[in-house]
């Protein structure tokens, strides 16, 4: 329908937006995994290996709980910080599995971890404070600073030092104006895992640093393969007090479109997070709620239905390791956490990089953009994370559909077909 004309004498409407919307850049992952959705629904079998979700159903007793909670009322308003119950029972389980000792008060409960940490580096950021962030990192975490009206400083790692941000990085990242430390562990990219004694290196440098604070992003928690293991940054001696832990449901219980996480900091900081809520969303889903107690009811650890899914993930990670270390060129930093890899392929494109049919392969965007349109297979470029010289591939698939895509990738990356870089060393 074409508009109507406008009236004589009308002056044009104002167009303008906040120039905060003009520095933040749209997310990759997402526009990605749109994309394969796209070609799958005009024919094209494409495999998506972008998307950080969970294939498989939410365990049956926490979908029986969110049935019974229609059928039982809960479907109205919950207070904004939560139910009572639910924020009593994510203290029982912070302090049994974490060593974290906080009050129902400190707690926040929101509409996924995601919107938990925005609420967090809003509440504790303000213009022109600094926000450290190692890289790769989550694709959010700069443009979250940004909205703050804060500035990122990314702290690059390397595949040699595990994707791992030095205690002597650290220190050199730090200024009088850095105000907010993210640290994700399990990563999100990496797949890093933080021992203790390196996070505890790492506590020795903050503690010199009276502004600075921790937002610690624990949302892949349970998704850790032994011998490796899950410390809490807030347990460690005196960090209490500055950090802000953040966790949910969505990934290890394969909860993702039920939206739910949570913030757990001291009140002074949880009390802002909830009127920054208070003012936009308000509480999260009652259902959720309710199927979110079913969920801690599980156990330790997420019970035995959180722990198959952990075997099926670290068995598609042994695969899809070997699979791309077997490629000539890749530089894989194996996993010890979450469900991503993310190889460092930089001899696959720059300088002389190309592709038979497809031409010059200068960055790691043309190199997705190969795979999808030449072998059909989805996956992220590492600038997306603040780490060009990757990308991210998520095995949160069928070893089926993986062997499936890594033959693709396999069979694009012929030397046959593929020139690699010419200024290798």
Not at 138 to 147: H, I, P
Not at 185 to 198: F, R
Not at 280 to 303: C, D, V, W, Y
């Amino acid at each position: 329908m074409s508009a109507a004309a406008a009236p004589a004498g009308a002056v044009k409407v104002d167009t303008t937006l906040n120039p905060l919307v003009a520095s933040v850049k749209p997310s990759k992952t997402m526009a990605l995994t749109d994309l394969a959705t796209s070609m799958k629904e005009s024919g094209i079998d494409v495999i998506g290996l972008a998307a950080g979700e969970p294939d498989f159903d939410t365990p049956a007793a926490i979908v029986e709980a969110g049935v019974a909670a229609l059928r039982q009322g809960y479907t109205r308003y919950t207070p904004n910080t939560g139910t009572s119950a639910l924020r009593k029972a994510i203290c029982k389980k912070l302090k049994e599995d974490n060593g974290l000792e906080y009050s129902p008060d400190e707690i926040v409960v929101s509409n996924g971890a995601k919107q938990s940490i925005w609420q967090a580096v809003l509440a504790t950021c303000s213009p022109g404070d600094e926000v450290v962030i190692p890289a790769p990192y989550w694709v959010s975490y700069t443009e979250m600073a940004r909205l703050a009206n804060a500035t990122p400083v990314v702290v690059p790692t390397t595949p040699e030092q595990g994707f791992l941000m030095s205690p002597q990085q650290l220190e050199a990242a730090l200024t009088p104006k850095s105000r907010l430390l993210i640290l994700c562990t399990p990563s999100n990219p990496t797949g890093a895992v933080y021992p203790k004694e390196h996070l505890e290196a790492l506590a020795a440098v903050i503690a010199k640093h009276p502004r600075l604070l921790v937002l610690s992003d624990e949302i892949y928690e349970y998704i850790t393969y032994a011998p490796a293991t899950h410390v809490s940054f807030g347990a460690l001696p005196g960090m209490f007090e500055r950090t802000l832990t953040v966790n949910g449901f969505s990934k290890a219980y394969a909860m993702t479109g039920w939206r739910l996480g949570y913030l757990a900091a001291p009140k002074h900081y949880a009390k802002a997070a909830a009127i920054i809520q208070s003012q936009s969303t308000s509480g999260a889903s009652s259902i959720s709620q309710q199927a979110a107690l079913a969920a801690l009811a599980l156990g330790p650890g997420g019970g035995e239905p959180v722990q198959a899914m952990v075997r099926a993930f670290r068995e598609r990670r042994d695969y899809v390791s070997a699979r791309l270390k077997a490629i000539p060129g890749v530089n894989l930093a194996e996993p010890a956490g979450a469900f991503y890899v993310l190889p460092e392929m930089s001899a696959f494109f720059g300088p002389g990089a190309a592709a038979q049919g497809f031409g010059a392969v200068p960055d790691s965007d043309t190199f997705c953009r190969y795979l999808i349109e030449v072998a059909n297979v989805a996956v992220v470029p590492g600038d997306a994370f603040g780490a060009d010289s990757c990308i991210r591939i998520s095995y949160a698939a069928s070893l089926e559909t993986l062997g499936k895509a890594l033959d693709r990738i396999a069979a694009a990356l012929d030397p046959a077909v593929y020139t690699l870089r010419t200024d290798r060393q």
